[in-house]
């Protein structure tokens, strides 16, 4: 399988739609509104958070071997949405996916998909799976982010917050190159340990924790450095804080409540060279903790809370709305038999009434079973002459007729 994960210094240098003249900003800025119209799209279609998030981690994906010249954005990301869909076992139709992004797109934004959307997503997703080689199982940090909190103690009210908190951080996270950096699992820690920044919840103790464990995520990742984590949190926190003059489609925080924007236009672009996820040096944008204070993000949680606590098994919580789709049939109920076209149950009530001096009418004459006739003596076929099983002292054998098998002499006493 190809190693998906690259050098954060080759993502901002060696990218297809850099060297094909897109500045870093640019690029960075379609990767957005891609992402975030994969997740507003999937959002208005009851698609799971797995099915949205795997669609987006195919859009990033896609833009490492493709410039965003040669494939407008809004296509691919409607041709990823369609993939994942059918890859997470939440298909959705085609045609029903243009529609939801037609109405989210201005009519000039639209004019991407050509004369024939449907063709044009249909024909785009062979590209996609040749580009992604086949590669199509995905894993996310969702999973990641409730195994771990089931194994930390600590507060259960601060634990939930926390979690819900790291929660909406991965939905906002898929804005940028982070799946293309990192493995979910350090994705997973990173946010959980940028929420327990942000929440004043500090885990002293965990399941399992060993002397040689000095933080609870030593327990998961070996060997991953403070300065990794608060790389990875930087990026997340840099959706924030970015100034809403620059451009106008920069993410609140909660990408599932954003909404799309503009577009690109279409060249083919060189592949660079897979790595293995960077060793950054420090930001440069300050301390840590001083950016945490200073920004004091207000995060949206509500999207999550209901899925967080049923999932950490918390009293009183419920399961999370299915998706939208059509009523399950009552149990117990067989289906309805269909009715055959043309058919009229009450044809024969208006049927005009005979006369009343007309003879009655003849029922039809019932089927004539004609049997076979029996075999004739010649057809049948002669069985082999066989002598009497116990014969008596004295018996004299038949002799068997002319062209008859003879069976085998009897055994000598």
Same mark, same amino acid.
């Given at each position: 399988?190809?190693?998906?994960?690259?050098?954060?210094?080759?993502?901002?240098?060696?990218?297809?739609?850099?060297?094909?003249?897109?500045?870093?900003?640019?690029?960075?800025?379609?990767?957005?509104?891609?992402?975030?119209?994969?997740?507003?799209?999937?959002?208005?279609?009851?698609?799971?958070?797995?099915?949205?998030?795997?669609?987006?981690?195919?859009?990033?994906?896609?833009?490492?071997?493709?410039?965003?010249?040669?494939?407008?954005? *809004?296509?691919?990301?409607?041709?990823?949405?369609?993939?994942?869909? !059918?890859?997470?076992?939440?298909?959705?139709?085609?045609?029903?996916?243009? !529609?939801?992004?037609?109405?989210?797109?201005?009519? %000039?934004?639209?004019?991407?998909?050509?004369?024939?959307?449907?063709?044009?997503?249909?024909?785009?997703? @062979?590209?996609?799976?040749?580009?992604?080689?086949?590669?199509?199982?995905?894993?996310?940090?969702?999973?990641?982010?409730?195994?771990?909190?089931?194994?930390?103690?600590?507060?259960?009210?601060?634990?939930?917050?926390? &979690?819900?908190?790291?929660?909406?951080?991965?939905?906002?996270?898929?804005?940028?190159?982070?799946?293309?950096?990192?493995?979910?699992?350090?994705? $997973?820690?990173?946010?959980?340990?940028? %929420?327990?920044?942000?929440?004043?919840?500090?885990?002293?103790?965990?399941?399992?924790?060993?002397?040689?464990?000095?933080?609870?995520?030593?327990?998961?990742?070996?060997?991953?450095?403070?300065?990794?984590?608060?790389?990875?949190?930087? +990026?997340?926190?840099?959706?924030?804080?970015?100034?809403?003059?620059?451009?106008?489609?920069? #993410?609140?925080?909660?990408?599932?409540?954003?909404?799309?924007?503009?577009?690109?236009?279409?060249?083919?672009?060189?592949?660079?060279?897979?790595?293995?996820?960077?060793?950054?040096? @420090?930001?440069?944008?300050?301390?840590?903790? +001083?950016?945490?204070? %200073?920004?004091?993000?207000?995060?949206? &949680?509500?999207?999550?809370?209901?899925?967080?606590?049923?999932?950490?098994?918390?009293?009183?919580?419920? =399961?999370?709305?299915?998706?939208?789709?059509?009523?399950?049939?009552?149990?117990?109920?067989?289906?309805?038999? #269909?009715?055959?076209?043309?058919?009229?149950?009450?044809?024969?009530?208006?049927?005009?009434?005979?006369?009343?001096?007309?003879?009655?009418?003849?029922?039809? %004459?019932?089927? +004539? &079973? *004609?049997?076979? #006739?029996?075999?004739?003596?010649?057809?049948? =076929?002669?069985?082999?002459?066989?002598?009497?099983?116990?014969?008596? $002292?004295?018996?004299?054998?038949?002799?068997?007729?002319?062209?008859?098998? +003879?069976?085998?002499?009897?055994?000598?006493?």
């Amino acid at each position: 399988m190809p190693c998906w994960y690259y050098d954060k210094k080759d993502l901002k240098k060696e990218t297809p739609s850099i060297l094909d003249g897109i500045d870093f900003e640019t690029e960075s800025r379609y990767r957005k509104e891609g992402a975030r119209f994969i997740i507003d799209t999937g959002t208005k279609m009851g698609l799971r958070y797995d099915t949205m998030a795997t669609g987006v981690v195919y859009f990033h994906r896609f833009y490492m071997f493709h410039s965003f010249k040669e494939f407008p954005r *809004y296509v691919t990301a409607c041709c990823c949405l369609f993939l994942a869909g !059918k890859v997470e076992e939440t298909p959705k139709k085609c045609k029903d996916i243009i !529609k939801v992004a037609k109405a989210s797109l201005t009519e %000039a934004q639209f004019q991407q998909f050509g004369e024939d959307a449907k063709e044009e997503v249909m024909t785009l997703e @062979r590209i996609l799976l040749q580009t992604i080689r086949f590669d199509l199982q995905v894993e996310h940090p969702y999973g990641y982010l409730i195994k771990y909190a089931k194994s930390l103690k600590g507060d259960k009210a601060k634990l939930q917050k926390m &979690v819900q908190m790291a929660w909406t951080f991965v939905n906002d996270s898929l804005c940028t190159t982070l799946c293309l950096q990192w493995e979910p699992e350090v994705i $997973a820690i990173a946010l959980m340990y940028l %929420a327990g920044k942000l929440s004043k919840f500090e885990v002293t103790d965990w399941i399992g924790k060993q002397p040689r464990h000095q933080r609870w995520w030593d327990m998961f990742v070996e060997d991953i450095s403070l300065e990794i984590l608060e790389d990875i949190c930087h +990026q997340v926190l840099d959706l924030y804080s970015q100034q809403p003059n620059t451009k106008p489609e920069s #993410p609140q925080p909660g990408a599932l409540s954003g909404t799309s924007a503009a577009q690109p236009p279409k060249t083919p672009g060189s592949q660079p060279t897979p790595g293995k996820g960077p060793a950054p040096a @420090r930001p440069a944008s300050g301390a840590f903790d +001083q950016r945490l204070d %200073a920004m004091q993000p207000k995060v949206e &949680v509500s999207a999550a809370a209901s899925y967080v606590n049923y999932a950490m098994g918390m009293p009183g919580a419920v =399961p999370p709305p299915p998706p939208i789709g059509p009523p399950p049939p009552p149990h117990g109920v067989p289906p309805p038999v #269909p009715v055959a076209h043309g058919y009229a149950p009450f044809a024969a009530a208006f049927t005009p009434m005979p006369p009343a001096g007309a003879a009655p009418p003849i029922p039809p %004459a019932p089927p +004539q &079973v *004609y049997q076979p #006739p029996p075999p004739s003596q010649a057809s049948l =076929p002669t069985p082999p002459f066989a002598y009497p099983p116990y014969p008596f $002292a004295g018996q004299v054998y038949p002799q068997p007729p002319a062209g008859t098998p +003879q069976p085998p002499p009897p055994r000598p006493y």
